[in-house]
Structures are given as structure tokens and as C-alpha cells.
């Protein structure tokens, strides 16, 4: 049987579809999964973790107060996001040679299913909970404390467990969690069950305001998000980061506008001025920071423009 040419190319042309089909077809499935959730890096002489305990959906044209919805839409869409911002839950582990200290747990099973990855991308860095000597507190919410516990069993066995006494003294108060309004109650319930075992065992010891902790760590009372909201300074060969925890949580919208506060404040006055304040010492000191919600490993720079900040992160680097 003879063909005409374009009969042939067409035949060609299909028989050459379906082999990439085939091929297709037997390729191998999508992983869809990712890659253990760790950065490491060195400051001076000391050795910073960044540890990501998963992501959480926030909402921040409902959540974000101090401005408005339309306001908001605007600076999420000037920061390609979405209404729903998938936000980083981020501890780090510090080694100083001397003592390993991780700063923030997770929320470990507080939050569901996309949270709770700390400890596991812990022993992906190459630790061990057992190893942990002392974990620093920034706040008693469920996203920072969770990770404690597992099971009412505490997590890091041999750790201390330090935060501000402000804190201890309104999330671990009965009186507090009983006369909480019924939305309010899972926060005081959370942080109870995640610090009350280690303040069982005698292993919570609390701190008031500004403290050196271990030497190149120290402990500065930014109050405002909580009653006893600490943020952590480490220092070593002339270099400083600063680990802010919850100074501020949308990034899009709260570097350009600082003075944009969350519901989740407990006051939300004293919360902006020290957002502003440690946005403006930051800039003009040129020091590396760090917090719980930006996106991972949320280790960067700072720089003033205007009357807001640009979010410089880190660029990625191999250990020397």
C-alpha cells in the first residue's frame, strides 16, 4: 500500500504522540511532598537553626485591624498574594557550643494536620529533642508552645523552659482560663497543657523582662502581642540577630504599614509601638532578624523606605 506524503507525516506525527504518551505514562508519579524544613547558618561563632513546623491559612483582611479590608487586598496584591496567605510557623535552635537552646516549639498537635513538623525537621538537622538543654518562650500561644508535649508527655525531656513571668502569669492562670470568654478559652487550655508538665516536673523557670539566658543569648521584653511577649537577641563575634516571635505576622501588609496590628493582640497599642520600634533599630543598625511567621526560614534584613520597610531575606548559603 503506498501513501501520499502528508499521510505519512500525519501517521508519523501519531505514532510519535503516542510514544510521548506512553512515555508519559510510564514515568514516575508526582511526590508531592517537600524537603525536610531546615536552614542552617552561622552568626559569629554560634549555629542557628531555622525550623519550620508546617504552614497555617490566614485571612488577613479579617484579621488584620488598626486599617481596613480594601487597604489590606491592596498590599496583598502588591505582594502576590492571595486573601488566604499560607503562613509559615517557624522555631530556631541555637547552638552555642555550650548549651543548645530552641527558641519557640510549634504548635505540635494544637493546629491540625499542616502544623506539628518541628521535631521531625529537628532530627532531619541532625539533633535530638533529648539534646535540647533550654527552650526560650516568646509567648504562650498555642503555635509557639504546642510542640512541647506529646501526648501530655514532655517532648524535650531534659530542657528548661524559660519565658517571660507576665506571661506565665496570665496563660497558666485558672482564674484567667475560667473567667475567659468561650472563644478565648483555647489559648489559656493550650498553654496550660503544653507548660504545665514541665512546670510539674520543676523544669519552667520564668524570667522578668530583659535577662542574659545563656551567654550570647539574652532575653528583651517586647510586650504588647501578650502580657510578657520576649523577643531574643544572639550575639557572637560582632554579629546579632534578633529572633522577634510575633512582632508581626503578614508581611505583605505590616513591613510597609507598621502600624497594622492583629486580633490576636492582647494589646494591640502597645503592640504596634513595638513592632515600630524594633523595625526602626533593625534598619538603622543593619542586624540580621528573624520571626515566627515570615516565610521560612524567615532569617533576613530590613531596610527603611519611606514611611514603611523593605524585607531583605537571606540568600542562601553553604556552611564554611
Given at each position: 500500500m503506498?501513501?501520499?506524503?502528508?499521510?505519512?507525516?500525519?501517521?508519523?506525527a501519531?505514532?510519535g504522540?503516542?510514544v510521548l504518551?506512553a512515555?508519559a505514562?510510564?514515568g514516575?508519579?508526582?511526590?508531592?511532598?517537600q524537603?525536610p524544613?531546615?536552614?542552617?547558618?552561622?552568626?559569629?561563632?554560634i549555629?542557628?537553626t531555622a525550623?519550620?513546623?508546617?504552614?497555617?491559612d490566614?485571612?488577613?483582611?479579617?484579621?488584620?485591624?488598626?486599617?481596613?479590608?480594601?487597604?489590606?487586598g491592596?498590599?496583598l496584591?502588591?505582594?502576590?498574594e492571595?486573601?488566604?496567605?499560607?503562613?509559615?510557623?517557624?522555631?530556631?535552635?541555637?547552638n552555642?557550643?555550650?548549651?543548645l537552646?530552641l527558641?519557640d516549639?510549634?504548635?505540635?498537635?494544637?493546629?491540625?494536620?499542616?502544623?506539628?513538623s518541628l521535631?521531625?525537621?529537628?532530627?532531619?538537622?541532625?539533633?535530638?529533642?533529648?539534646?535540647?538543654?533550654?527552650i526560650?518562650?516568646?509567648?504562650?500561644?498555642?503555635?509557639h508552645v504546642?510542640?512541647?508535649?506529646?501526648d501530655?508527655?514532655?517532648?524535650?525531656?531534659?530542657a528548661?523552659?524559660?519565658?517571660?513571668?507576665h506571661?506565665a502569669?496570665f496563660?497558666?492562670?485558672?482564674e484567667?482560663?475560667?473567667?475567659?470568654?468561650?472563644?478565648m478559652?483555647?489559648?489559656f487550655?493550650g498553654?496550660?497543657?503544653?507548660?504545665?508538665?514541665?512546670?510539674?516536673?520543676?523544669?519552667?523557670?520564668?524570667?522578668d523582662?530583659?535577662?542574659?539566658?545563656?551567654?550570647?543569648?539574652r532575653?528583651?521584653?517586647?510586650?504588647?502581642?501578650?502580657?510578657?511577649h520576649?523577643?531574643?537577641?544572639?550575639?557572637?563575634?560582632?554579629?546579632?540577630?534578633?529572633?522577634?516571635?510575633?512582632?508581626?505576622h503578614?508581611?505583605?501588609v505590616?513591613f510597609p504599614?507598621?502600624?497594622?496590628?492583629?486580633a490576636?493582640?492582647?494589646?494591640s497599642?502597645?503592640a504596634?509601638?513595638?513592632?515600630k520600634?524594633a523595625?526602626?533599630?533593625?534598619?538603622?543598625e543593619?542586624?540580621?532578624v528573624?520571626?515566627?511567621?515570615?516565610?521560612?526560614?524567615?532569617i533576613g534584613?530590613i531596610r527603611?523606605?519611606?514611611?514603611?520597610y523593605?524585607?531583605?531575606?537571606v540568600?542562601y548559603?553553604?556552611?564554611?
Amino acid at each position: 500500500m503506498t501513501f501520499t506524503p502528508w499521510i505519512r507525516n500525519g501517521i508519523a506525527a501519531l505514532v510519535g504522540s503516542l510514544v510521548l504518551a506512553a512515555a508519559a505514562q510510564a514515568g514516575a508519579p508526582q511526590v508531592k511532598t517537600q524537603a525536610p524544613g531546615f536552614y542552617r547558618m552561622m552568626l559569629g561563632d554560634i549555629e542557628i537553626t531555622a525550623l519550620n513546623d508546617g504552614t497555617l491559612d490566614l485571612q488577613p483582611k479579617q484579621l488584620l485591624t488598626n486599617t481596613t479590608p480594601q487597604e489590606v487586598g491592596k498590599l496583598l496584591g502588591k505582594g502576590f498574594e492571595k486573601d488566604v496567605v499560607q503562613t509559615s510557623v517557624d522555631g530556631y535552635l541555637v547552638n552555642t557550643g555550650s548549651k543548645l537552646v530552641l527558641v519557640d516549639t510549634g504548635a505540635g498537635s494544637l493546629f491540625g494536620p499542616t502544623l506539628g513538623s518541628l521535631v521531625a525537621n529537628l532530627k532531619a538537622a541532625g539533633y535530638q529533642p533529648e539534646q535540647v538543654d533550654e527552650i526560650y518562650i516568646t509567648h504562650m500561644h498555642g503555635d509557639h508552645v504546642g510542640g512541647l508535649v506529646a501526648d501530655g508527655k514532655l517532648v524535650f525531656p531534659n530542657a528548661i523552659v524559660r519565658a517571660d513571668q507576665h506571661d506565665a502569669d496570665f496563660w497558666l492562670s485558672k482564674e484567667n482560663l475560667d473567667k475567659a470568654p468561650e472563644k478565648m478559652k483555647g489559648f489559656f487550655q493550650g498553654a496550660q497543657a503544653s507548660l504545665n508538665p514541665y512546670v510539674a516536673a520543676g523544669k519552667f523557670k520564668p524570667f522578668d523582662g530583659e535577662v542574659e539566658l545563656v551567654p550570647g543569648v539574652r532575653a528583651i521584653a517586647a510586650r504588647g502581642h501578650t502580657p510578657g511577649h520576649s523577643i531574643y537577641a544572639v550575639e557572637s563575634k560582632g554579629s546579632k540577630l534578633v529572633l522577634w516571635g510575633d512582632l508581626m505576622h503578614v508581611a505583605a501588609v505590616q513591613f510597609p504599614q507598621p502600624q497594622v496590628t492583629i486580633a490576636f493582640d492582647t494589646d494591640s497599642k502597645s503592640a504596634a509601638i513595638q513592632r515600630k520600634k524594633a523595625y526602626a533599630e533593625a534598619a538603622k543598625e543593619g542586624y540580621l532578624v528573624a520571626a515566627a511567621h515570615l516565610p521560612f526560614p524567615g532569617i533576613g534584613h530590613i531596610r527603611a523606605e519611606g514611611r514603611g520597610y523593605v524585607w531583605i531575606p537571606v540568600d542562601y548559603q553553604q556552611i564554611r
